[in-house]
């Protein structure tokens, strides 16, 4: 796959950069020096509104010292019954959250964006549904010990491509999607704007 023009990833995602590599595209990781929290405490707005202020603000900021570029920010945010959730600030809370979303469905909301010269000239927002399974506290201890602190990373603490199947009892929605990053529309749109190979 022959990438155009310079792209870049302003994510620290390992998820995110191995989806976009295994398509075939040629991008650096940049990791935005964005303060997430502040963003969210200061927010009003809906979720998937949210999403794309975050995924926004990461693009604006690399895209700062990267003229001529191609930058591309993604974020998630995960809401259940009315509450926002984050990453995990570590093993104790990351047990936490998987015995408040046991048994419950939610919402994982990714936007992702494509900033040119200071300005965003395209973006997505998707939306999944999952149904957690109602997990045992047993269950819970085993999985985090298998999965280890890479879990941490993710805002539901879990990947759905691993270990992470074991918590789901159904999933509407897209699998690029609830990865992290909405990959068919983006290659869609990096297409279209010349930046690979048609």
Not at 3 to 19: D, F, K, Q, V
Not at 43 to 52: C, H, M, R, S, Y
Request: glycine residues 12%; proline residues 3%.
């Amino acid at each position: 796959m022959e990438t155009r023009m310079r792209l870049i990833l302003a994510s620290g995602s390992p998820a995110r950069l191995a989806m976009l590599r295994q398509a075939g595209l040629v991008c650096r990781v940049v990791r935005p020096d964005v303060d997430e929290s502040a963003l969210k405490r200061g927010f009003a707005g809906e979720v998937p509104a949210l999403a794309l202020t975050l995924a926004a603000a990461k693009a604006a900021r690399v895209a700062v010292d990267e003229p001529g570029a191609l930058v591309i920010g993604a974020d998630q945010v995960l809401e259940c019954e009315g509450e926002v959730f984050g990453k995990p600030g570590g093993m104790a809370q990351a047990a936490a959250q998987l015995r408040r979303l046991r048994g419950q469905a939610h919402t994982l909301v990714t936007a992702v964006c494509v900033y040119e010269g200071g300005r965003m000239v395209w973006s997505d927002v998707a939306q999944a549904r999952l149904s957690m399974r109602a997990l045992s506290d047993e269950f819970i201890a085993a999985y985090l010990q298998a999965e280890g602190e890479d879990v941490l990373g993710c805002v539901g603490v879990y990947r759905l491509e691993g270990l992470g199947a074991q918590l789901f009892s159904a999933i509407e929605g897209d699998f690029f999607t609830i990865l992290g990053l909405n990959l068919l529309p983006l290659l869609g749109f990096l297409r279209a704007a010349g930046a690979i190979r048609t």
